[in-house]
């Protein structure tokens, strides 16, 4: 008696619908634990890309090389508060008494998204500072306009715009023929540097309602 009770329960364990439904069940109790566990860590995420921005603003105001904690408290004193332009973010800071304006862009490079911050001199002329980032340039190529940080520095000082010409005078070239206006292309990333160009172009442009006021 037991050993066919033993065969039944075999052969059911061994069915088309007992697999069926044994996998049915793995799946739900396995994406459960995957909601659970994104759940749980999505906080902690979300913290991690606030920070991340807070610092490439600061990268952007010349102030590096600072810690999570110093970073944070950094933040909370020199960014002042947001404002918007034609519904574009605008940061408002204040970096040793003297008001800056930080601008955020978005573009593309050769392989991808690449973005930056622009930090604009109280004349809302001039750049302070400025800090690119990128999602898949090529490392020691396109990817340095995030790590080359002397190449990034290239920027402080330069216009915006030009008298006498129309739109963002502000760009980056192969071959520098305006150094009040621009900077060397990055060796040997044309492609990449074409799209920081474009990214600047098109990024400071719809700022320009803020930047002419003064």
Not at 43 to 53: E, G, H, R, S, Y
Request: proline content about 2%; some cysteine.
């Amino acid at each position: 008696m037991n050993d066919k009770r033993q065969n039944d329960m075999a052969m059911k364990t061994n069915s088309n619908t007992y697999t069926l439904i044994y996998s049915s069940v793995m799946v739900i109790v396995v994406a459960f634990l995957l909601a659970f566990v994104y759940q749980a860590l999505k906080p902690m995420q979300d913290a991690n890309v606030a920070l991340d921005l807070k610092k490439q603003i600061l990268y952007s105001l010349n102030l590096r090389d600072l810690d999570n904690a110093q970073a944070e408290r950094t933040y909370s004193e020199v960014v002042k508060r947001e404002e918007q332009v034609d519904g574009n973010t605008l940061y408002v800071c204040e970096v040793d008494g003297k008001p800056k304006y930080v601008l955020p862009l978005k573009g593309m490079g050769l392989w991808g998204g690449i973005s930056g911050f622009i930090a604009v001199n109280d004349d809302r002329q001039t750049v302070y500072g400025a800090y690119f980032n990128h999602e898949s340039e090529t490392a020691g190529l396109g990817a340095e306009i995030k790590d080359n940080r002397a190449w990034q520095e290239k920027f402080r000082g330069k216009h915006l715009f030009k008298k006498g010409t129309a739109g963002v005078a502000l760009s980056v070239k192969k071959k520098v023929d305006d150094p009040d206006t621009q900077v060397d292309a990055v060796t040997g990333a044309t492609l990449t540097s074409n799209g920081v160009s474009d990214m600047l172009r098109e990024g400071i442009e719809k700022y320009r309602p803020f930047l002419e006021k003064k």
